[in-house]
């Protein structure tokens, strides 16, 4: 456990010395300063009358907090892109599996090492967007902290998928795969969310419906979550059975990383 730790460790130093951590530190930054333009704003009125800053409170702040999450989401895609697959090219990785280091324990320490800089980051940024939202609209923090968890749990799921395909393509092809498919499985999530809620005799199109049935539910928890926020919409029901999905894709993720890291020829 402690030789798991320390790799783990020296995983994380490896993420935080490489450029991705200057531009992690620029887009965390620049989102909260959006967050903080967004939830800056007074009296709103709408043909002469006022409208109830708590009303557009419960439309704005899912949506905010949305959004970040997804941005916590690609941070994990992009950091994950070639943490395992680098050191194999450079060759390091052959003098730490040459001691008693099973290959399952290098790859999950790798994985740990992206999760720990990815979930730091997710915390400034969703714990900030959470803090201005609860100041200046009076949000509560629950939704807040469960989203949290869900956007961890995909988080996990995003890294380890982009991890075990980093073995199997190059680095490019899986950048671009992170930077459609997290947004693309985002989208056809809320989109399937909102017609359970409103239209639940409605369907989506049959691509879109694929993505959001068969998929990992990205999307789906945190949207769950945070739209108690909103007065007029209870998605509670489908929070639990999401974040239960979420789980279990992410246990199937890290299973998959493991088993392709297995059958990987390293050079010595």
Known sequence: MRGFALLALEAARDALRRRFAVAIAIVLALSLLWVRSCTDFGHVTFNQQAVDPALIAGFLAPVLFSLQALAVLLIAGVLASDHLARPLAEGSSALWLARPVSRGAYAGARLAGTLTVTLAAGAILLGGTAALLTARHGVALAPAALA???????????????MAMSLLVGRTAVLLAVLVAVPLQGFANALGLALALVQPDAALPDLLAAIDRFGPPLGTA???????????????????????????????????????????????
Do not use: E, Q
């Not at 949290?148 to 982009?162: D, F, K, Q, R, Y």
């Not at 279990?248 to 020829?265: K, N, P, Q, Y």
């Open 222 to 268: 945190v949207f769950a979550a945070v739209a108690a926020w909103n007065p007029h919409v209870d998605a509670s029901g489908a929070l639990a059975p999401a974040l239960g999905r979420l789980a279990l894709w992410a246990a199937g993720a890290i299973a998959l990383l493991v088993a392709v890291f297995r059958r990987t020829d390293i050079a010595r």
């Open 148 to 162: 949290a968890v869900a956007t961890a749990l995909g988080g996990g799921v995003v890294a380890a998928l982009a």
